[in-house]
Nanobody, 118 residues
């Protein structure tokens, strides 16, 4: 089981910013697609952004140009910088390590809540 420890969620006003962090105990970035997903109240868990081992990045259309995913090999941490937050960004955000391509399974963090409200 891959341990994923998220932090950085909280309450922010519309237009504000937050940075989420997802730390792993060891550097697994070469064998997993690392991603952030979110689940709004009453909704399904959906992809927000993901980064491949080679550095390719995908974003959901709803967050393009506002959110940035990045990784630090030195900190063995995945970050999600969220700018210009909207009320509709309110959700629980989950870190994901998808190792299916390498037969390493699919792993989730506990989730960190983000509330955007005035």
């Amino acid at each position: 089981q891959v341990q994923l420890v998220e932090s950085g969620g909280g309450l922010v006003r519309p237009g504000g910013s937050l940075r989420l962090s997802c730390q792993t105990p060891t550097n697994i970035f070469g064998s997993y697609i690392m991603g952030w997903y979110r689940q709004a109240p009453g909704g399904q868990r959906v992809l927000v952004a993901r980064i491949y081992p080679g550095g390719e990045i995908n974003y959901a259309d709803s967050v393009k140009d506002r959110f940035t995913i990045s990784r630090s090999d030195a900190d063995i941490t995945i970050y999600l910088q969220m700018n210009t937050l909207r009320v509709e960004d309110t959700a629980v955000y989950y870190c994901n390590a998808d190792g299916e391509m390498w037969f390493r399974g699919n792993h989730w963090g506990q989730g960190t809540p983000v509330t955007v409200s005035s």
